[in-house]
């Protein structure tokens, strides 16, 4: 059972937005840095999003995160059929003093 | 460019002992910042934190597997080793490790290495 909880799916048309949330504490993301992975099927995880909202150089403008209180968001734009994957938030536990990721949700472009 | 990559058996009987290599180039785990962290997945599953060591030789565990787990920098400068006692056939899965750098992502793992997958049978 995970410390941060996501939907378990979401889906949408090409072209089109999605958005994933995340929500926690405020012993994780209440006052710790949230980032996001990418996870497409049969692979390693992929780094999308750190600190909040700043992504790692390659990827693309089309994701963005925020964080607001205890929650944060992944956003998708101009969905594509390469960007169906599991898709993860992860944070640090203060209280636990351990890295906790979410129980991830997969986005399908239909 | 930083690279990673998971080795060790592929099967492993309950109550054993799994070891775990991480061979990693392109940076140092002497360099101020930099940690090695080791993660898991079992199959269907969502992804689980396990340890960390830091440049430093600060150790992080989960706090569930603590008293299983033990992380070590390797006797090669390039090499991160993960212990796990007592294993179950809970714990099979993917196992990965990946870098980290507070000096550029902070709390993240920015480079993941391929994972190697650990079946527990008897």
């Known amino acids: 059972q995970s410390v941060l909880t996501q939907p378990p799916s979401v889906a949408a048309a090409p072209g089109q937005k999605v958005t994933i949330s995340c929500s926690g504490t405020?012993?994780?993301?209440?006052?710790?840095?949230v980032s996001w992975y990418q996870q497409l099927p049969g692979a390693a995880p992929k780094l999308l999003i750190y600190?909040?909202?700043e992504r790692p150089s390659g990827i693309p403008d089309r994701f963005s995160g925020s964080k607001s209180g205890t929650s944060a968001t992944l956003g998708i734009t101009g969905l594509q059929t390469g960007d169906e994957a599991d898709y993860y938030c992860?944070?640090?536990?203060?209280?636990?003093?351990?890295?906790?990721f979410g129980s991830g949700t997969q986005v399908t472009v239909l | 460019q930083i690279t990673l990559k998971e080795s060790g058996p592929t099967l492993v009987k309950p109550t054993q002992t799994l070891t775990l290599t991480c061979t990693f180039s392109?940076?140092?785990?002497?360099?101020?910042?930099?940690?090695v962290g080791w993660i898991r997945q079992p199959p269907g599953k969502a992804l689980e934190w396990l340890a960390l060591?830091?440049?430093?030789?600060?150790?992080r565990y989960s706090p569930s597997l603590k008293s299983r787990l033990t992380i070590s920098k390797g006797t090669s400068k390039n090499h991160v080793v993960l212990t796990m006692t007592n294993m179950d056939p809970v714990d099979t899965g993917t196992y990965f490790c990946?870098?980290?750098?507070?000096?550029?992502?902070?709390?993240?793992?920015?480079?993941w290495g391929q994972g190697t997958m650990i079946t527990v049978s008897s």
């Open positions: 992860a944070t640090w536990d203060s209280s636990l003093t351990a890295y906790v």
């Open positions: 405020s012993s994780t993301i209440g006052n710790n840095y």
């Open positions: 600190d909040n909202n």
């Open positions: 392109g940076f140092s785990l002497s360099t101020s910042g930099v940690g």
């Open positions: 060591v830091y440049w430093n030789d600060d150790k």
């Open positions: 990946a870098h980290r750098d507070l000096a550029a992502a902070d709390d993240a793992f920015d480079i």
